[in-house]
Each structure stands twice: as C-alpha cells, then as structure tokens.
C-alpha cells in the first residue's frame, strides 16, 4: 500500500471542445482552447513551480513564481493566468527565470520560520518543495522578516490549527472558503508585509462563520493550517479509498494511514459525488469509530432488568437463534422480524433482508428509509416507473432554475449545498419553498427569487397552485407531453388542477403564502430555463408525502423538466445508504430491484438461487410490528444498525412496544436508546472496517473499503450469515465480493455491477445493464422507465395534527450541520463544539406571549409527550412555528411527535406537531461528548 498523491494541475481543466496546438520548451503540446499555460505543461509532464495556483480554484496569479516566457510577448507572464494559444512557443527554464524565481522564493523565506525539522509538514510542504525546486541556498535578506513571525496560533478549533506565523499570504484558503464552500468566511487583511488572512472579523475560526469544511486546510500550502491529527502523530505512510458514511451525498475520501491508525481524511478529486470536497462530518468527524464507548464483545441478557454479560460468538448467536426459534414455535413464524439499516453496506442490508425471508421465514423485514424517504419510492414509481432521484449532482451545473423544497442542503448535505450555491452564485434562480428561512433564502452572494414560506403541512396546496398557474396561463410544455406522457391521464390532471379551488388566491387561506409570490414563482420554474427540483424530509414526512412527490413529478414533466441535464426531480437522502438499503429489497412487499414478492416469477428466481421457498405475502411494516408487538402476536426483533428508540416517532409508543417483546437483538457501535430494551447485543463494525459498497442519493454505487481490520474479530454480514445458520438455513459467502455476485445475479439494475469492475472503473450509477453497461447518470432521457409519463391527482387533504386551544404552535424538525441524525456518531467527537444539546427555535413575538428569553430552559409539550429544551429566539420561523433538531437523546424530541403516517406508505409525520411552549423550572441537561 502506498501513500495516494493526486497530481495538481495548477488550475481548472477548460470545458471546450476546441483544440490548440503550441510548443512548450521545444515540445509540441496540444490542449483545450482555454486551458493555461501552466495545466497544458503539466498534463503534458512539464513541472512548473507554483504556490498560489491550485487546479481546485481559480488562476490567481499572485505568487510570481510560475514566470514563464513566451516568444513575441514582453515580460514574463504568470503562466496560471495566461491562456495557450494556437501557435505559441513557451519557455518554462531559463536563467532569466531562474534568477526570478530564486528572487521571488527569497522574499518568502525571509519572513517564514525555518523550523523544518520539526514542522509538522516536513516531507509534504509546498513551500519546501518550491524552495528545492527553485534551487535557493541562501537568503540575503535575513530570515527575520520583522513581521509576523510571533504571532499567536488560533487553537480555537477542534480539528485544525491556524499558526499565521508560516502564512505565507498565498490566498489559497481564502479562495477555497469562497469559490470551493461558498461561505466568505476568511478575508485577506492589511497589506504588504502587512497582509494577513483573518477569519471573521479576526476573532478565530470557532467564533467565525467557518464551517470547517476543511477546503482552507486542504488548499494551504504550508503548516499554516494543520490538522491537529497529523501534528500529533505525523505524516501518514498510506491511503485507502472509501466512502463517507454520513450523508446521501456519498463523498470519496482518501483514508490517509499510518498503519491501522486514521491520520486524516482528505477528499478524492476523482470522487464523481464531491469532486475533492468534504464537510467538517465526513473530513473530521471519523472519531467515533475508535471512541472508548464502542461495543467490540458480544453481549447478552435474559431481561432488559439485568446487566448486560460479555459472551464469545458462538454463545450470543447461539442464545439469538433460540429464543426467536422458541418464539416462533410458540406463536407462529410471523412473530418475529427485522429491521434493516441504511448506515450499514448494500451486501450487509442484503443478507438480513434475505437472513429474515429464507430463514425467518416471512417478510417482516423494513428499514429506516420508512421514515424518511418511502414516500419517494412510491411517488416516482407511480408517475416516472422507477424510485430513485433522476440526475446526477453534476447536472446542477446546467440549471437555471432551483426549486428546493423543504430541504436544507447547507445543513443536512453540505457538499452538495455548495454546489448548489456555486451554480447560484454564477446566475441560476432559487426558488425556496420551506417554513424557515435557510441559508438558500439569503446568505453571502445568496439571495432566492421567491420563498414561499408555507405553514407546515401545506405542501401539497402549493404544489397544485403552482401547477395551476403553469396550466391557466399556457406554461404547459405540449410537445413533451403529447409525446413522453400518457394523454388520458394528463387530460385528467389538467381538468383537475384547473379548477380555480387550487388556484394561488384560493390556497393563500391554507398555505400563508401570498398569492403574487406563488405565481412568480411558478412562472420562474416553468420558463426560467432548465429548472430542477430538489427535495428532503421536508415533502416526504408529511401525511401526504407520497401526493406531494407525485406533485412534483406532475410538475416536471408539465414543464418538459425531465430527462436532460440541468433538470428533473431529485431527493436529497438523508444517511449514507439509504437509496442503497431500498434497492436492495428492504421493504416488507419487494424483493431486490423493487419487485413485488407476489410476483411468481420473480419469486421463483430468488427461491431457485436461495434454494428455499419464500413467502407470497407482503410482511409487516415498522409500525405494524410495533402495534402487533404491544397486541401481543410479534415477539421478536432483529435490530440493525438503527436506534430505532430515539428516531422513530412518538417514543413512549416505540418503548412499549420494545418492552413487551421477548427478544431484541441490537446490532450496533454503541450501546444505544433502543438497547436499554434488548436481549442480545452484537457489535458493529464502522464504515473504516466495512468492505462493501453505498449507493448515494443520485444512485451512484461506491466502495467502501476496510482501512483497518474489524474491531469485532467478525464482519457484520458474517454475524448475519451466522445467524441465518443458527435458525437453521446455511447462508454462508467467502466475502463481500461474493454478496455483490449475488445482487448482481438477482437485481436487473445491478448486473453490470462487481467488486472488480468497480475497482477497476470508479463508481457507477444504477441501472447498469446490457442496455447501459457504463451506467445511467441521467433517467429518463428518450422514454419513462414505465412507458409513457403518468400524472397523478393530488388532492389536497389536511393533517389531522391541528394547531389547538392547548397546543397553539406548529413544531417541524430538521437537522443542523455538525452533528448527524440521532448523534450516535458525531456526538463521540469534537462536533460538539458546535452543537452540544438541541435547541428550540422560536419566533421572538411567540416567544414574548410567553415570558421566554434566549437561552431560557423551556417545556415542549404535545399530545404524546414533552421534553424539555433550551430556545433560542429566531426569526427564521414564522409566528406561530417552532423548530427543532433531534440530535441528543437527553432532548429525546421524538417523544412529542405522533404516528399519525403518509397514507401510502406510513412515512411518519414528523414535520407537523401542534404543541406549546412553556418556561420549565427544571434543570438544564447538556449532552456531553460520549
């Protein structure tokens, strides 16, 4: 194994399709019309010295130091910032330009530390290297410098070090925060010897707007910002590729090593999904995975009253298999079931779903993605054929027109929020429909066209006046509908949204939105140019979120927004693999590639390479096997990778209904919520042991490779293998390589998929078949995958959760930046820095009705339960609307929210509680670091 060094070409690669020819000392080059000069030389292996270029940003041309000389020119250009032309004769090595550069090096050296040796990016610094390269001996100035060589380093931030004496005012971490993040929050200051870079308005990067994306420190060329990983254990000696395990974004990183030990993680410029992009999660919140907390013997119990007892393998599967045989002797074979994970690797979800249909039995198998994205799933399989997002991340690049809603990107998919705002900042539209104010509303260099800023629960009213705008003032695309949808059932739709009871004056009583706000912007969305949706939790956890995705798509394909780049509809996934734990056959009525169990033939085929038979009927869902649970005819679960205790919806019921089983069995990291109600307690392995693949939220199957062995001795589709064999059907591969065979075998979208075409090619988005052997990057391009396009009706129908006398506010949740759906993970690191217990928002004229100052402990209360919490007085939420996040389980938010469900798919209805707020007298609880 060796150490991955990614060349820099100096500066971005040109798009044109021209071609130019030049000569680059006596060699004839040929590059893209608009490509520097510096870019052509190194594609071509020609070494120009640099320390401001960067092939991540911008030609900045302010270091002098790559000077070259071009024949009929005057002068000596920065070859960043000078395009080739066809013709041109460069020198890169002359004396006159050695004598430059020697010159240049020596002012940089002469108010620089010469503390090399001890330096913590001895061996892998720019700086030192360009010293080398340029061949300087000595210094005539002195070494002095007379400026900033005493100045204090700024410690303030948990993962990385900012020391200004090494600062060599390149610019590069300055440009990173704004061309690479978007966020402006590092500034150049002073002049001259004078300059320095200030973060804020100098108070330090943790008091700053600093999102600690760690694009600076990534971008800095010297040990002026560090990461305290590689301060205090050195440079790492090799890489291994692998994916992210935060978010559906599905960024690649380098796991830069020292043996068995994570020094950093830097991410890959070859990764399709981020492109050498990160956020503070994915780039520093890897700690967990080594935390003191974790769980690496297995462990069992006979009650959840007693304390836990460490046990080998064989003894805790062997005590799982009895007890779930035992209670389906005594109740019946539909007594038990699973949960799959969305965290866990597509060949992990696929032996459990497959563990629980041969050798349970049944197919009372579900996943998290129910409540989350199941409303996707259905939606888009009712009206595109498919359930999956439509494009690509890149696409974005070609869009004139965002529509977002109810999403956050900034906060809850960072890497690609930043794309988003790029593609903004260049001249795209936003549109945001969402209740609270994000930073796509308004934020530095952003600021949105319209922002409908509904009441919660109103979607499906604004999506049907926004289409009956496009449909009463001739928006309609009639050429892509007469050709890529079914007439009868678009005739249908379009008398139906015509109907001036959904028209944007009708709906302004339901929604709060201006009528004139709605039409702007559905006129923007439709004749804006290319427009595309991206959504998140905010549509699907509704209880019409399967009519709202409907509405969505019936807006696409209205418009002829679909099937090109710059378009579509997109889902923004909430965990890692949650795209990847549906395709896989997570859900209690489809097998693997979204087919119906009930399908003879399709069952027929699982049944021949599983060689056993499987059940016709659909099994139990999330909800089902809680209700029957506490009804007393479900007694056992299989609990994978999920706290289930924390996440799921009104909590005091999800208790119950764990309480009342005879056997638990949690498989995780840690000792979770929803394993102080288990039986049995097998470790997990973290994404760095896991060997396998996710598939992010634009379908895109990446690998996941071990950079370290398993901290359990076993990897987690092994326990589950074992399992399967305990209860009495052997299941048994050799690896991991071996699942994915065998997904590939069974799952049409899949079979061009393996371990070594992945390794050998890159990542690859699904359907990857005979008919796209390299992938689909965009859906539906010529034709639906069902045939013709389908427009649904989406009748609005109200929420049964109201605002009332007794609870008067409207609660939604979401998600903020450093930490990650329940914490488990990013609360065992340094992220608590930024966020260490949840916070109510509320609107500052809500929160004088009640007597509530910032920072006051409060009650929230509804229905179901309470909870108590700190508020902080904002106006990003409307009068009459809260807000908050469900990242700690002292806050435990989940325990107010109700099980009222999408009528499709019982997604739960997170979005929309009525409760009150009220000051509380008791004790403030702060979640620690655990």
């Not at 390269?133 to 410690?155: C, I, M, P, S, T």
């Not at 939604?812 to 608590?832: A, C, E, F, K």
Request: hydrophobic share 35%; aromatic share 6%.
């Amino acid at each position: 194994m060796t150490l991955i060094k990614e060349q820099d070409y100096g500066t971005p690669a040109s798009r044109s399709e021209k071609m130019v020819s030049l000569r680059i000392d006596g060699r004839t080059v040929t590059a893209r019309e608009g490509t520097s000069i510096m870019r052509a030389a190194a594609e071509a292996g020609i070494s120009i010295p640099k320390l401001c270029a960067t092939d991540s940003q911008n030609a900045y041309g302010s270091c002098r130091l790559c000077l070259v000389q071009v024949e009929g020119r005057r002068g000596t250009p920065a070859s960043c910032t000078t395009p080739v032309a066809d013709g041109m004769d460069v020198l890169t090595q002359t004396p006159r330009l050695a004598a430059l550069r020697k010159g240049v090096m020596e002012l940089y050296i002469s108010d620089h530390p010469l503390d090399c040796l001890t330096c913590a990016s001895n061996g892998d610094c720019e700086l030192q290297d360009m010293a080398g390269k340029v061949g300087l001996r000595e210094v005539r100035y002195g070494f002095d410098g007379a400026n900033h060589l005493k100045a204090e380093k700024d410690e303030s931030n948990p993962y990385f070090t900012f020391d200004p004496a090494k600062c060599i005012v390149c610019s590069r971490c300055v440009r990173a925060c704004q061309e690479t993040q978007g966020t402006f929050a590092l500034t150049l200051d002073g002049r001259g010897f004078a300059s320095k870079i200030a973060a804020g308005m100098d108070d330090g990067f943790l008091a700053s707007d600093c999102v600690s994306c760690g694009a600076c420190v990534q971008a800095c060329p010297t040990a002026t910002l560090m990461e305290k990983a590689v301060i205090d254990h050195g440079q790492p000696e090799h890489s291994v590729l692998t994916t992210c395990a935060y978010c559906g974004v599905g960024c690649s990183f380098k796991a830069d090593m020292q043996g068995e030990t994570v020094v950093r993680m830097v991410p890959w410029k070859d990764g399709g999904a981020n492109e050498g992009h990160s956020c503070v999660k994915g780039r520093f919140a890897w700690g967990y995975a080594t935390h003191s907390d974790r769980v690496t013997t297995p462990m069992i119990r006979d009650t959840i009253h007693e304390p836990w007892r460490k046990v080998s393998w064989d003894e805790a599967i062997g005590f799982a298999a009895t007890r779930l045989k035992a209670i389906q002797a005594q109740y019946g074979k539909n007594s038990i079931g699973g949960i799959t994970s969305s965290r866990c690797t597509n060949e992990e979800v696929f032996v459990v779903q497959k563990m629980i249909r041969a050798a349970f039995g049944n197919n009372n198998v579900d996943t998290c993605a129910r409540v989350c994205h199941s409303p996707t799933g259905y939606g888009l399989k009712q009206t595109f054929g498919t359930s999956a997002g439509t494009q690509d991340f890149r696409s974005v690049d070609q869009s004139d027109v965002l529509l977002v809603i109810g999403a956050n990107p900034t906060d809850a998919h960072p890497v690609f929020g930043s794309r988003m705002k790029k593609r903004i900042r260049a001249g795209a539209k936003v549109i945001v429909i969402d209740p609270r104010r994000t930073d796509l509303v308004e934020s530095p260099h952003i600021r949105a066209s319209h922002h409908l800023q509904l009441r919660p629960g109103t979607n499906v009213a604004i999506v049907n006046a926004l289409a009956h705008v496009i449909v009463t003032e001739g928006l309609v695309n009639r050429a892509f509908v007469e050709e890529r949808c079914d007439p009868t059932e678009f005739a249908r739709w379009e008398g139906f949204i015509a109907d001036p009871r959904h028209s944007p004056e009708a709906v302004e009583a339901i929604t709060g939105v201006p009528a004139a706000e709605v039409r702007g912007a559905a006129r923007l969305y439709a004749t804006g140019g290319n427009a595309a949706i991206y959504y998140g939790l905010g549509v699907t956890e509704h209880s019409q979120g399967s009519t709202m995705v409907m509405g969505m798509a019936n807006l696409a394909m209205a418009t002829g927004n679909i099937g090109r780049e710059g378009v579509g509809v997109n889902p923004l996934r909430g965990q890692n693999n949650v795209q990847g734990s549906c395709d896989m056959g997570s859900f209690p009525h489809e097998f693997s590639g979204y087919r119906h169990v009930s399908d003879d033939t399709v069952r027929a085929m699982f049944e021949v390479v599983w060689g056993t038979a499987l059940d016709p009927e659909p099994g139990l869902r999330i909800p089902n096997m809680f209700d029957a649970s506490i009804g007393g005819s479900f007694r056992g679960l299989y609990v994978h990778g999920e706290d289930i205790a924390q996440s799921d919806p009104n909590t005091n019921h999800v208790a119950a209904a764990l309480e009342a089983m005879e056997c638990v069995i949690v498989q995780d990291l840690f000792l979770n919520e929803t394993a102080n109600y288990a039986h049995v307690f097998l470790p997990g392995t973290s994404f760095l042991e896991k060997d396998g693949t996710f598939t992010n939220a634009e379908r895109r199957i990446n690998r996941v490779r071990p950079a370290m062995r398993s901290q359990t001795g076993k990897d987690e589709w092994e326990v589950t293998c074992d399992l399967a064999a305990a209860m009495g059907y052997p299941m048994r591969y050799d690896s991991a390589a071996e699942i994915m065979d065998e997904i590939a075998r069974l799952t049409p979208t899949f079979k061009g998929v393996s371990f070594e075409r992945l390794d050998r090619d890159g990542s690859l988005q699904w359907p990857v078949n005979d008919a796209a052997p390299n992938g689909t990057p965009l859906m539906h391009v010529d034709g639906f995958v069902r045939g013709k396009g389908r427009f649904m009706l989406t009748e609005y129908v109200a929420t049964e959760e109201r605002a009332s006398r007794f609870f008067p506010l409207l609660l939604t949740t979401g998600r903020i930046l450093s930490q990650y759906n329940v914490g488990t993970q990013t609360r065992r690191t340094g992220n608590v820095a930024w966020h260490p217990e949840d916070i109510l928002e509320i609107h500052p004229h809500d929160a004088e009705e009640r007597g509530i100052r910032d920072g006051d402990l409060v009650s929230l209360a509804s229905r179901k339960g309470a909870t108590g919490l700190r508020a902080m007085i904002s106006d990003r939420m409307p009068q009459g609307v809260v807000y908050t996040t469900f990242h700690h389980p002292v806050t435990g938010a989940n325990v107010v929210t109700t099980e009222n469900s999408d009528w499709a798919t019982n997604c739960p209805e997170y979005k929309v509680t009525a409760v009150q707020v009220t000051l509380s007298n008791q004790t403030p609880q702060v979640s620690a670091a655990e």
